[in-house]
């Protein structure tokens, strides 16, 4: 049985194989973020995050977008007051999908604008239809990069991309995304449940304490020096070693079968 929570500008599903699906649901604006929006996705993280049933997170867009941004319309004070408006409403969002210890995915079935781009970079994995479109908007606007893209960018792409990227704001489809190293995969729009779905199992069957470790480690080590990397792995490595799951993982290469890893 597939359960459903009810929100109103975004729908919430967990899937019986163990994947939440949040699916922002304002098609008729492309998806756009209100604060209700924003403030139901950070509940609806939060949620995941907490719930055992749930080991991976798809985020993806209703109708022909991902998402088109800010509502440029909605929020009158969005537009009046954006420093409030990000640090009241995008920041406790981010958080909050930055809290979830479970691999996070955004199927980037269309148009990602704007802080809906930043979106897709704040999540582990991005799966891309080739009809998909990277749009930064801010430069054209006269905006600077928000919502975490100033942060997840560069790391992915390199500086000087991520400043052509949003400075001449170039419009990339999924096909280029692809090439440009912004999306693990890409398919054809009608594949891409089909390849999503792929992604999504794989990932529902990793060790939940070894990944967030992992994704942590790989986080932190950018202001690390080495000899603070490995004392860091270290640390890690003993608590993933201390784990129930490292004992399956052993017992599984004795067993010559897969493992089943329960994240304790
Ligand atoms: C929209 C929107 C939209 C409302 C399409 N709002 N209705 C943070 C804090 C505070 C303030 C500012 O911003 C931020 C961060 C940001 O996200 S800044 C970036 C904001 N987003 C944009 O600038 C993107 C604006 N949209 C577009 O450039 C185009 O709509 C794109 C390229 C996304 C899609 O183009 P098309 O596929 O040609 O669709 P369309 O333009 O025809 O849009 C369809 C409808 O959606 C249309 O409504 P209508 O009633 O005319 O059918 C649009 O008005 C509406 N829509 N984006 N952000």
Redesign the pocket.
Known sequence: MEQATKFEHILYEVKPEGSAWITLNRP???N??TGKMLAELAQAFQQAGQDAAVRVVVITGAG??FC???????NPE??QD?QT??ATT?RPMLMSLQGIKKPTVAVVNG?A????F?LTLACDFRVASSKA?F?P??G??A?VP??GMSQFLPRLIGLSRSLELVSLNRDLNGDEAFAWGLVNRVSPPEQLQEVTAGLVDQLTQVSPLAYSLTRELFQRSPGLDLASALILEEDYQGRAGASADFKEGLAAFEEKRQPRFSGK
């Open positions: 008729e604006a492309l756009s973020f022909r977008a088109a941004g800010q509502d440029l319309r909605a969005a537009i954006l408006w990000l995008y148009v604008a704007g802080a809906g930043s479109r749009i908007a801010f054209k606007i905006l928000d919502s």
